[in-house]
């Protein structure tokens, strides 16, 4: 296991035409040049040419790293977020630590490297607003330190991970995407990694705080570092490892209720359908604004109904969907019928039957793009049709639960436990069944 702070590289913006960016102070590049205010950078052939503001060029190589002489944020522009999902966008982020640019073939990437713990600052209030509880603020504090280290033992190790993996045939599509690993930095920047938006979102000293008091303390289970899991909104129950990924038992990323009390794993799709179609009682199950406001950054909180949720597709709209995202013609949607269910209700195998085709589809986040135009949710829901027993419906209505692939810990629900007084250590024992916490490092210089 680790045994001190590692550096990281974070991929902040990857094949790219050009870069823009801006520096308050000094930068320095490989050739010795500085550089002030605004810079830029782009791909000429196998190299990288930065330049300055007026257009002057101040360095070229394959590689440039630019390091601050002092302790500041660089500034890069235009960067994406939410990528492929329902809140991308693009904002400007600064950055502390340095920043490498390259040439990768197909445009300039851009990667910054950092500290883990200056790292974690910028995640945990990347992920939740920094105005959140402290508690709260550990316990992700934790979690993202975990997963991050987890990552990065198992690369050293030699057990890479495959971004998409893949059971196909003619009749079924089985896809799961673990996280990628990439091949010019750790980490990237974005929700299919860790949200690390720099130091724009560092808002208060709670963050800090919250790093500080935990740095090197991590989740442990047989002697390793736990691959650690979390997303927005469990709908009110947890779902186990594998029936999001690789079919293996992870102990400490079991199905848990997010409540005190325990409530029965969906067993049936009569289950499913009453307990999607509820509103049980949930630590994540609320729509208090004043404490949304406190937990999350303004653009989640523009998604209001993720405890319950509805969406309509008039049949034609679906068809398109559906064709658009698999590339399979299926014809007329007849039905949607899920064939295999976790405990928290997401659908890991459902049957699409069409007039020209029928397939079998799944994880559950391959169920989420091929259902929508960006992404589903979650994959926990059950369908209702209209007609009620038309072979060919004229319209469907998805009735789902849940923000996320529900492993590990529930944002939303640790969140509203530290509003009620747990703790950071009894929100994770009970997100994380069997795990134990350790600290690895030590807070010292």
Excluded at 39 to 58: C, I, K, P, T, W
Excluded at 295 to 315: N, Q
Aim: charged residues 30%.
């Amino acid at each position: 296991m680790v045994s001190e702070e590692p550096v990281i590289q974070v991929g902040i913006l990857e094949g790219v035409a050009e870069i823009a960016g801006r520096c308050e102070t000094a930068m320095v590049s490989p050739a010795g040049t500085t550089i002030r205010g605004g810079f830029g950078a782009r791909s000429d052939g196998n190299v990288v040419v930065l330049f300055d503001e007026d257009g002057r060029e101040a360095g070229r190589g394959t590689e440039i790293v630019l390091r601050p002489r002092v302790k500041t944020a660089i500034t890069l522009s235009g960067v994406t977020i939410g990528l492929q999902f329902h809140w991308e966008r693009k904002e400007d982020e600064s950055f502390l630590g340095s920043l490498r640019f390259s040439s990768t073939g197909n445009g300039v990437t851009a990667v910054n490297e950092i500290g883990v713990e200056e790292y974690l600052r910028s995640v945990i209030s990347s992920e939740m607003s920094a105005e959140a509880p402290l508690e709260l603020l550990k316990a992700h504090a934790i979690t993202s330190r975990s997963w991050l280290v987890a990552m990065l033992d198992r690369r050293k190790s030699g057990r890479r991970a495959s971004h998409v993996n893949r059971k196909e045939s003619d009749s079924e599509i089985i896809r799961w995407y673990d996280r990628e690993d990439h091949e010019h930095f750790d980490v990237c920047a974005d929700d299919h990694c860790q949200r690390y938006q720099g130091v724009s979102r560092i808002i208060s000293s709670s963050a800090t705080e919250a790093v500080d008091e935990t740095k090197g303390t991590f989740l442990t289970f047989d002697d390793e570092v736990c691959d650690a899991r979390f997303s927005k909104a469990c709908g009110g129950m947890t779902e186990p490892f594998g029936n999001v990924w690789e079919e293996r038992d992870v102990p400490y990323l079991q199905s848990v209720t997010d409540s005190e009390v325990r409530a029965n794993p969906i067993a049936t799709e009569a289950d499913a359908v009453r307990w999607i179609g509820s509103s049980p009682g949930a630590y994540c199950n609320t729509n208090d604004g004043s404490i949304l406001r406190q937990i999350l950054p303004s653009y989640d909180r523009e998604t209001a109904d993720f405890f319950r949720w509805k969406v309509e597709y008039e049949a034609e709209e679906l068809a398109d969907i559906l064709r658009k995202k698999s590339e399979i013609d299926f014809g007329a949607v007849r039905k949607l019928e899920p064939l295999k269910r976790g405990p928290s209700g997401r659908i890991a195998r459902l049957k699409i039957e069409g007039t020209r085709r029928s397939v079998i589809v799944g994880r559950e986040l391959e169920i989420r793009r091929w259902l929508s135009r960006s992404h589903l949710y979650s994959s926990a829901f059950f369908v209702e049709t209209f007609p009620r027993d038309a072979e060919v419906p004229e319209r469907f209505t998805l009735f789902g639960a849940g923000w996320g692939h529900g492993v590990g810990l529930c944002q939303i629900g640790a969140a509203i436990m530290a509003t009620l007084g747990f703790s950071a250590e009894q929100i994770l024992a009970h997100y994380f069944p069997s795990a134990t916490m350790k600290k690895l490092y030590s807070n010292e210089k």
